[in-house]
Structure formats: structure tokens, C-alpha cells
């Protein structure tokens, strides 16, 4: 991940930056012992409560206005030859705020009990401050021997792990006066050991070094010193990898990860799982970056995976063609493509640790009559359109036998002939394993075929001239859904009243209910660009 990094056309290779080994700049094994307590447990639980107890506040600090700086700059205190990274920014503008707070304020139990009413808190204090002073350390204050120095930004990395030795982790948190700093955590390391009880000749002060404004804190001072000296001289910030993927992301919001996914295979997956299943990850994805960004009505994750996903051709998608009824409708198109593609690789594989697979596809073929992978393609198609529409919708719709008072189906796009005998093929099937036919209608179009609970909703399937893709509920989780290779949308707000209803039936206290009365939509879309699959799943709220 240097400048000999190879080029983005060969996703698969793994480099290793400025000279490192497989296992990267790893200091000899001190004899520390591999404690989980002091100071280790404290910076775990600060991280925790950052990055999972403080959830509801990460909605908190936003970009909607794409106003957020460039970088996450925790990456700036981590050593090049990290596998993972997670990075939050606790400082965002006082615009981004405000927007935070009015998507907040939708949820009572944020109201009442983060105690972040004014856009000007400090949120280090709702957080790291409430759980510092919760470990009732005598001597440390917050407010006065951590307040004064703690800085706003946070990052973790996890390293390649040497053939021995303690955790390869490294907490980088940014600080304004390294002396202050080391005195406060010194002080509740000491805290921790004398509430714990060390044993006899055991430390379980973690490593402390700083580098580039950051306190940097690993199991061993061995260890923090060697991450330092690797971080100043080659800091994570400056890896063309990690670079390219986060700008592949576009704006980056509060909380971003990044992992190298072939570096961690080739670090901890000896013993995760066999080597065939590693070998199918990591020959399709290189590596992952995801961001968490926000606006006042909406959460988003939006992830890049670089790796070997081809782009396909394909039309623009007929989802945003259904009827604005639609309650959940899920839709890929140029499937045929990615099956065609994925196919070759899959089988090739599949010979290399199996020689008798064609022999096993060939009895799977005599027995049910279908043939792979050309049915395969066959099914899926230029696209593949699942829907079930409001109209028809209830409890009592849904518990009875009869499913044709449900708008439910499915709408396939290819050759009508070859997906008509495709289907008659699947009938006969059915018949012939359950004794029983389907309960479905089928209408034969122009560009393929519609399969329906009833033939009034084949007949909307089929003339796809609905508004979908402009309703608000749709654009509120959904942008550009014709331009998208995958869409899926579930319209919450559609059936909110039915939902919380059944909920509240079955017992579900109010004040869970109540958190989830606001709750508008969910969409995920999925688009290739070049070497990158971009991966949006985004939450909106009534406004």
C-alpha cells in the first residue's frame, strides 16, 4: 500500500508498504503479561462507549451540508500497515448540529436521556466524561485532570499480528498537551490497578507514546513506541489505498471504517475458516470503507468495496415504475451479466477442490430438467422485479389461505419464450416434488413475464406505469433508483399503523413503540463504478 502498490486493475494483490513483512514492524515480546484489565479494560470502554454506547449521539454529529473536513484525521497518528481502522470526529460545525439535533429530537429516548438539548454541548463530556467519573477512581476528576487535554478525535487500528505477543491494537486519541495527558492516564491506570488488585510482579499499564498531537496507547510500551515511529513516518493518512477508498466515498461523516480485507485474511484467517471460502473472498474484495452520515431526516451507511466487480450494461431500473402503493419492492438488473460472470469463477474454483462438480451438476440437471448456469441466467435476466403493494395489506389478509387477496408478485425481464418454457419447467417441478400448483397467476408481455397472486396485480406489474421512484417516502431513502444495478425500499410509513398495532398487541412496551413511530423508510441501493461497488443503506424519519 505504497507507492508499489499495485494498480487498481489487480485488486487481489496484496503489497506490503515500505518494506514491511506479512506480519509488518512487529517489537520483540517484552513479557508483558496479555492482561485484559487496567488501563486496556478503561480504553476499551471509552472506545465502546464511543463507537456503540454513544450510537444515538453519532446520529448527532452530522454533514448534511457536506461542510465536514477532509479526512479522518485520527488516520494521521496510525501506522501504514494497519488491517482495520475505525475513526469518529466529535467535532463537527455548528450547522451540522443543529441538523443532528432535528433528526434526534424524532427519537423521545434520545430527548430524554442523552442531555444534549443545545448544539453547543460538549459531547465528550455527555460521553467520555460520564464514563470516566462512572469508574469512581478517588483522585480523577473529568473535568480536571482529563477535560483540559482529551482533543476531539478518536481512531483504533488493528495490526498485523506477529507469530507471537501481545494484542497488535493501537488507540490513537488526540490530545492538546502530551505531558497533561500522560499524567491522566497514568493516574487512572493506577486508579484501575488499585481498584482491581494487580497480581504480584503483573503491570497492566498499557504502552504510552505521541505522535503527530495524538496520544497513541497499545498493549506494550514496546509496542506504542514501534507504532509511533511507524505512524510518523508512514501514517495511514498517506496510503494510497486508503486514500483512493475513502474518496471513493464521497463526503465522509462522523464514523468511518476501513479494512484492508485481503491483509486480514492473510494475518488471522488461518484459523477463521478453510482456505476455500478465503480464497472466494478475497479474490472479489480487496478491501472495505464505510462511512455513517446524517442529515435532519436521515441516517446512511455508505460503503465502497474495491475489488474484481465488473460494471454490467443495463436499462435504467423499473422499480421507480411501480405504483406509489408499494410497500416493499425489491429489483436487480443485468443479473444475467453477473451471473455469467460469476459462474466461470465459481466453477473454476469449485474443480480445483472437487473434481466430481460436473458430474453432480449433470445428475442435478437430469433430475430436475433445469440447466446451469443457462436457466440461471435465463431467470434473472436484463432484470428481476419482486413487489407487494399496500391495497389488500392487513393481519387478515395475511393469515389466510387465500393469497390472492394479497398484490404480491414478480416481474422478470428477458426473452418471453425462453422465460415461458423457463417457467413451465418450474411448474412441473413443483408439481411433481409437492403434488400442488403454485398459487400464482402468470401474464406473458412483450419483454418477459409477470407472476402474481391475482391478475389484476400481474396486469400492473406488467404495464409498470406507476410514480414510485418520485413519492417522497421512496426519494427519502432512494436517490437516482433508475440509475441503480440493485434497489430494495420498504415503505414503513405505509404500514406503521398496522405494525405498531400487532406490536402493541403482542406486548411491546410503549416507550419502544414510541421510538419507532418516527420511523419513515428504508432503502439500500447497490451501483458499481470501475473497481469500486458502492453500498448505500439509509434510514429516514418523518420530518
Not at 498485523?160 to 497514568?186: I, Y
Not at 421512484?469 to 433508475?482: C, K, L, Q, R, Y
Request: proline share 6%; charged share 20%; net charge negative.
Amino acid at each position: 500500500m505504497d507507492g508499489t502498490t499495485p494498480p487498481q486493475g489487480d485488486p487481489g494483490a496484496s503489497a506490503q508498504p515500505w518494506g514491511y513483512g506479512p506480519a509488518g514492524p512487529q517489537p520483540p515480546y517484552d513479557g508483558q503479561p496479555n492482561t485484559t484489565r487496567g488501563l486496556r479494560a478503561l480504553v476499551l470502554s471509552v472506545v465502546l462507549t464511543l463507537l456503540v454506547g454513544g450510537g444515538a449521539f453519532a446520529f448527532y454529529q452530522v454533514d448534511p451540508f457536506h461542510l465536514f473536513r477532509a479526512g479522518p484525521q485520527a488516520s494521521e497518528a496510525l501506522p501504514a500497515n494497519a488491517v482495520f481502522y475505525a475513526g469518529l470526529d466529535l467535532d463537527p460545525t455548528a450547522s451540522q448540529k443543529i441538523s443532528a439535533l432535528r433528526f434526534l429530537n424524532h427519537f423521545p429516548a434520545f430527548r430524554e436521556n442523552a442531555g444534549l438539548t443545545d448544539a453547543n454541548a460538549d459531547v465528550r463530556e455527555a460521553l467520555v466524561g460520564q464514563a470516566i467519573d462512572g469508574l469512581h477512581c478517588p483522585g480523577v476528576d473529568y473535568a480536571h485532570d482529563v477535560r483540559p487535554w482529551l482533543g476531539e478525535r478518536f481512531g483504533v487500528a488493528v495490526m498485523p499480528a506477529g507469530a507471537q505477543g501481545p494484542t497488535p491494537v493501537a488507540v490513537a486519541v488526540q490530545v492538546s498537551d502530551d505531558d497533561a495527558a500522560r499524567t491522566g492516564v497514568e493516574a487512572l491506570n493506577a486508579c484501575d490497578d488499585a481498584v482491581s488488585g494487580g497480581l504480584p510482579g503483573e503491570s497492566s499499564a498499557l504502552g504510552i507514546s505521541f505522535v503527530n498531537g495524538y496520544l497513541l496507547l497499545a498493549e506494550t510500551q514496546s509496542q506504542a513506541d514501534a507504532y509511533a515511529r511507524s505512524a510518523d513516518a508512514h501514517p495511514l493518512a498517506d496510503d494510497p489505498d486508503f486514500m483512493a477508498d475513502l474518496d471513493s466515498l464521497g463526503d465522509l461523516g462522523v464514523v468511518t471504517l476501513w479494512a484492508d480485507i485481503v491483509g486480514l485474511v492473510d494475518a488471522y484467517g488461518s484459523g477463521l475458516t478453510d482456505a476455500g471460502q478465503l480464497d472466494v473472498l478475497t479474490s472479489t474484495v480487496g478491501r472495505v470503507a464505510a462511512t455513517v452520515r446524517f442529515a435532519s431526516d436521515h441516517v446512511e451507511v455508505a460503503s465502497s468495496i474495491y475489488g474484481d466487480t465488473p460494471a454490467v450494461d443495463h436499462d435504467d431500473n423499473p422499480i421507480v415504475s411501480l405504483p406509489d402503493t408499494t410497500v416493499f419492492a425489491m429489483s436487480e438488473s443485468g443479473g444475467d451479466q453477473r451471473v455469467a460472470t460469476a459462474w466461470k469463477k465459481s466453477i473454476a474454483r469449485a474443480r480445483s477442490g472437487n473434481p466430481a462438480i460436473d458430474r453432480q451438476i449433470s445428475q442435478f440437471a437430469a433430475r430436475s430438467g433445469l440447466s446451469l448456469p443457462a436457466d440461471l441466467e435465463t431467470l434473472l435476466g436484463h432484470n428481476v422485479l419482486l413487489a407487494l403493494d399496500k391495497q389488500g395489506l392487513s393481519a387478515q389478509a395475511l393469515s389466510a389461505d387465500d393469497l390472492s387477496v394479497l398484490n404480491f408478485g414478480a416481474r422478470f425481464t428477458n426473452d418471453p419464450a425462453k422465460l415461458g418454457a423457463l417457467y413451465d419447467k418450474l411448474v412441473d417441478l413443483i408439481r411433481t416434488e409437492t403434488g400442488s400448483d403454485i398459487p400464482f397467476v402468470r401474464r406473458d408481455l412483450e419483454d418477459g413475464i409477470a407472476v402474481a397472486t391475482n391478475d389484476a396485480y400481474a396486469a400492473r406489474l406488467g404495464s409498470l406505469d406507476g410514480n414510485l421512484g418520485d413519492s417522497d417516502d421512496f426519494t427519502s431513502v432512494v436517490d437516482d433508483g433508475a440509475g441503480k444495478e440493485f434497489v430494495m425500499f420498504l415503505n414503513f410509513d405505509a404500514i406503521k399503523d398496522q405494525v405498531m398495532q400487532a406490536m402493541e398487541d403482542g406486548g411491546v412496551e410503549q416507550a419502544v413503540l414510541e421510538n419507532l413511530r418516527p420511523l419513515k423508510a428504508f432503502g439500500i441501493t447497490a451501483e458499481v463504478d470501475g473497481h469500486y461497488q458502492h453500498v448505500t443503506m439509509r434510514l429516514s424519519v418523518d420530518d
